[in-house]
């Protein structure tokens, strides 16, 4: 991955992490990373964990950054929350999956949250 798409993907989130804390969420992980992938932001909306998966986009030229989050994304995000719920011991919390969408970074961006995003895949077993 060029310097420029990482720095691009981190200013995104930057812009994502902002958002979601005015919406008044509380950031508690950022590039939570484990054996199985990753997850961009995990967060708590009030009593619910919240997994988001930021896309970021110049333009929305191809389409919203979002609809870039492939049924294969969705599925390794699911073993990777779940692990992460596993783990923390709080498998019997709320949790769901959210996509902040990001497009443009100069001071026309556009900013889109979409709550429960996807399901939960659970053909997974932990």
């Keep these: 991955m060029s310097k420029r798409h990482l720095y691009f993907g981190r200013l995104g989130e930057d812009k994502a992490v ?9 950031i508690l992980r950022r590039n939570y990373k ?3 992938g990753e997850i961009d932001i995990i967060a708590k909306d009030k009593d619910t ?3 988001v998966e930021v896309r970021s986009r110049g333009t929305d030229r191809f389409g919203l950054p979002a609809e ?3 049924i ?3 599925r ?3 073993k990777v929350a779940l ?7 709080i498998l019997d919390k709320k949790a769901r999956f959210d996509i902040v969408s990001v497009c443009g970074l100069d001071n ?3 900013i889109d949250l979409i709550k429960n995003a996807f399901e939960l895949n659970r053909g997974y077993v932990i």
């Design 68 to 70: 870039s989050v492939s």
């Design 49 to 51: 964990f919240v997994f």
């Design 34 to 36: 484990n054996r199985l």
């Design 72 to 74: 294969s994304k969705q």
């Design 76 to 78: 390794q995000i699911s």
């Design 18 to 26: 902002h958002f979601l804390k005015e919406k008044g969420y509380k």
């Design 83 to 89: 692990t992460f719920l596993k783990d923390n011991r």
């Design 108 to 110: 026309n961006t556009r």
